[in-house]
């Protein structure tokens, strides 16, 4: 099945301790990219892939990393998390820029920082 | 810059009626992208479809329909006879194809359709 996929789910830590959230596709993708969603704010971007490594920063890039060292897993990392990265996070990816297909998002990561 | 606009933050439906969920969007771009995605209870995002600003013609996709209308750059969804599975969020999405090196999506801030039975 054609997915892509986020781990984990639901992740409670604590701040400043670094955590990876990890993004799989199994499609071949080439674009590849991070949003958090906040309540009142919608989605946001916060990194995005054109291929393997090639990053770049979206709209709210400060305090993660990524990177794209194969094609198909897109970590996101929060080097020292902190209560304001309390989100709910998307990875999406899609066959190209201008897929008609559109992007294809994974299940969500639920982080509460405390 | 581009800016996608969901005025309706929360609509209540009796199941079976018709609900029309709105999308406005801001654009420089000739050419963009639009898209609808849901957003059911359970958290993750559903694509329901993507348009293209050259193609204007009306879709329908069983009980989903979409009507794109450049001239006031809106992008409104009907779900006709609404049922109780259709509660969700629902997030109008927009896409600049110019954007140099990344086409982000820029979502509107969702609206939250609640369908009673």
């Known amino acids: 099945e054609a997915q892509v996929t986020q781990n984990p789910r639901y992740l409670i830590t604590v701040t400043g301790k670094k955590l990876t959230v990890t993004c799989s596709q199994n499609m071949n993708h080439e674009y590849m990219s991070w949003y958090r969603q906040d309540p009142g704010l919608g989605l946001r971007q916060i990194y995005y892939s054109m291929n393997v490594e090639v990053t770049d920063k979206g709209d709210v890039p400060e305090g993660y990393k990524v990177s794209r060292k194969e094609k198909r897993n897109f970590p996101l990392i929060l080097e020292s998390p902190s209560p304001n990265q309390t989100s709910l996070y998307f990875c999406a990816s899609s066959l190209s820029l201008n897929s008609p297909g559109g992007y294809t998002f994974g299940s969500g990561t639920r982080l509460t920082v405390v | 810059a581009q800016k996608v606009t969901q005025a309706q933050t929360e609509i209540s439906v009796v199941e079976k009626e018709d609900v029309t969920l709105d999308c406005v969007y801001e654009?420089?771009?000739?050419?963009?992208?639009l898209f609808w995605y849901k957003q059911p209870p359970s958290g993750e995002l559903v694509f329901l479809i993507r348009?293209?600003?050259?193609?204007?013609q009306n879709e329908i996709s069983g009980r989903y329909s979409w009507n794109f209308q450049k001239s006031t750059s809106s992008f409104n969804f009907t779900i006709t006879a609404s049922q109780v599975v259709d509660s969700a969020v629902y997030f109008c999405?927009?896409?600049?194809?110019?954007?140099?090196?990344?086409?982000?999506?820029?979502f509107g801030k969702g609206t939250r359709l609640s369908v009673i039975a």
């Open positions: 348009r293209n600003s050259f193609d204007e």
């Open positions: 654009t420089r771009d000739t050419t963009y992208y």
């Open positions: 999405a927009l896409s600049e194809a110019a954007r140099a090196g990344n086409t982000p999506l820029v």
